[in-house]
């Protein structure tokens, strides 16, 4: 069978121009030469009514939106139904459960919006297998799974070396054990929860004398942290704030186990996130609880905490009791496991990958 010529993509991500969703999207685009609207997230409606009148040129073959903002999908879906676009959609979320976890009254009306997005779209790429299945599920024709990879690569030397340089740095002793996490501090007012939170809390539980908790990032949480932290703020509680993104690896090497906290419902199960790629690619073995994941990437390469999110005090009273009593033999032996998951996170398959399921999903409309 003869396979189609050049086709004409409009790409574009909600989280906003030049946002980490756009570097992804542009790199899983980046053999199909697509053309690249520039979302503007602050001014997102305004965004919607350029879109439609892209959509309206009909000079593109397909419409490809990385997220699930509602000015997006909707630009998506009137452009399906009134200029007959086809358009491929990707996300690392569970639309439904993961806007609704914001603005609970509009659940109803968010299931709907998740339902007719799949329904009408082409094809649907998920970051997890997870949610492709759930987009199977609600009505996408084809799917595939694109779960991301880390945008660095480090080597044992160069991991060693930033170790070294990053500990002596921020005042942590070669010895100490360091768990740590690196991610935007967003605060959620509903369960009074940022990424670290977890960390902070059960250290201030923990007796170990040489355990230090690193955590890298800012947002709005950190001044909750920091207060948390009380009289362990920059003695075994310590804080970078923001860091240039190059330079996270280094961050990551000073680690000794990284935390990957999900809450085991309609959000978190369907996640990956980034920092599972980020982590393997650092060495780094992690901590997370009881999410699909935890079993699907190995056993024996992370450890699994009871408990329905981070912030409930059995996953707390686990990771206490991991921080207690976790060995760096424990600790090598799941790094020493972890190179074996690289293969998931490869950046160039996942590139080659979507550039045949989009071409396969354009082939196959084209069919008489």
Known sequence: MSRPGPIRVLAFATQGSGGDDEHRLRRLTSNLNPTFFGFAHASKWKSFTQLLRLMRERTNDVAIMEGTGLAGGAALLLGKLMFGLPYVLSSGDAIAPFLAAKYPLGAPFFRLYEKLLCHYCAGFVGWTPYL????????????????????????????RRSRVQLRAKLGI??????????????????????????????????????????????GEGLPYLKQMAGLELGERIIFTGRVAREQVPGYLAAMDVGSLPQSVDGVGNFRYTTKVSEYIA???????????????????????????????????????????????????????????????????????????????????????
């Open 282 to 368: 650092a060495g780094l073995p992690f901590v997370t609880g009881q999410i699909p994941a935890a079993y699907d990437l190995g056993l024996d390469c992370l450890w699994r905490l009871r408990g329905s999110a981070p912030w409930d005090p059995q996953f707390l009273s686990d990771l206490t009791r991991l921080m207690d009593s976790v060995t760096l033999d424990n600790i090598h032996a799941k790094s020493d496991l972890l190179p074996g998951l690289a293969h998931r996170f490869d950046e160039c398959a996942q590139v080659a990958s979507f550039t045949a399921f989009v071409r396969d999903v354009l082939e196959e409309r084209r069919q008489p």
């Open 132 to 159: 492709v299945g759930r987009a199977l599920t609600l009505g996408a024709p084809r799917g595939m799974t694109a779960p991301g990879w880390a945008p660095f690569k480090q080597n044992p030397e160069t991991r």
């Open 173 to 218: 002793p070669t010895d100490a054990l360091v768990f740590g996490i690196a991610g935007s501090l967003t605060w959620s007012r509903r369960y009074k929860y940022c990424y670290g939170l977890e960390l902070v809390q059960a250290a201030l539980k923990s007796e170990r004398a040489d355990l230090r908790v690193l955590i890298v990032g800012d």
